[in-house]
């Protein structure tokens, strides 16, 4: 029998209903802003607010159920992801947005069992919509069910990406050439919102036809991941392989011709898993003339080998 974690959904909506009026009350406020692992990288106090009383009130209900919190694991719990029933929380995505007070940040809510993520809430907060989807049974944002646009020509697609926090050398480097290049394919336009996971249910929600990214995290996406695929989309890895969670890397795509097309152009650049296990893809440091020990300091044209289907 198919457990139903449908109650557990239910719960995870109810405390993200309290959460967003948190991030609410203080999205106009100053606020306290600290960094964390790039000048990019920013944290406030509203971060580990949320975080917490997330934590509190899910660990009230269920004692037994394990947590990655990314405001945890800043503070050093380890992010590895047992069979346990698990819930990985992203308690503000889009923090610049927040302390910039551009109107884009979210609350990210996911639960695995098995390593299989069961449900996913996305709550973008400003807008006031609330994405869900539970495994088998659809994707809805504010109870209206989600359809990817079905898009197939490359061409055509509107991508969404994002910058993310890495300000080194072949980051960056990798960053702005996948740019060009997609839009070189040509592609109708490029959008970065500042928070992954309203980047993935606008893929959901066909207001874009793709999302990809390099070095975000398992909290970023987990929820969105399948409010994608329950939308009819597809996720893959950067490299056209299997998307794995802990890799930091992601296409969300509309169709998989479309997801086929951003991962013949996209390269990835190196970045430590969030389970720490070594990377399933590693660079060929042949290929690519780069000393991993002193990794990011120069610019490099390097390429993880693609697995496309
Ligand atoms: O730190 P945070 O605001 O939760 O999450 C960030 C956002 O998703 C941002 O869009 C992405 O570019 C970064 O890579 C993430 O770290
Ligand atoms: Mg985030
Ligand atoms: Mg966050």
Known sequence: VMA??????????????QARTVVLD???AQKVVSLKTSPADLVTETDQGVENLLISAIKEKYPTHKFIGEESV???ASPVLTDSPTWIIDPIDGTTNFVHRFPFVAISIAFAVNKQTEFGIVYSCMEDKLYRAQRGKGAFCNDIPLRTSGLEDITKALVVTEIGTERD???LSTLTSNIYRLLKIPIHGIRAVGTAAVDMCLVASA?????YHVGMHCWDIAASALIVSEAGGVVHDISGGKFDLMSRRVIAASSRTVARGIAQVVEAFPCERDDGLPDLLPLDPKVIGLNLTSRCSTLVQGTYPKLLW
């Open 169 to 171: 050398d072949l980051s």
């Open 4 to 17: 139903d974690w449908g109650k557990c959904l239910d719960f995870g909506v109810s405390i993200a209903r």
């Open 74 to 76: 800043a503070a050093g």
């Open 207 to 211: 207001g874009a036809d793709a999302y």
């Open 26 to 28: 203080a999205f106009e």
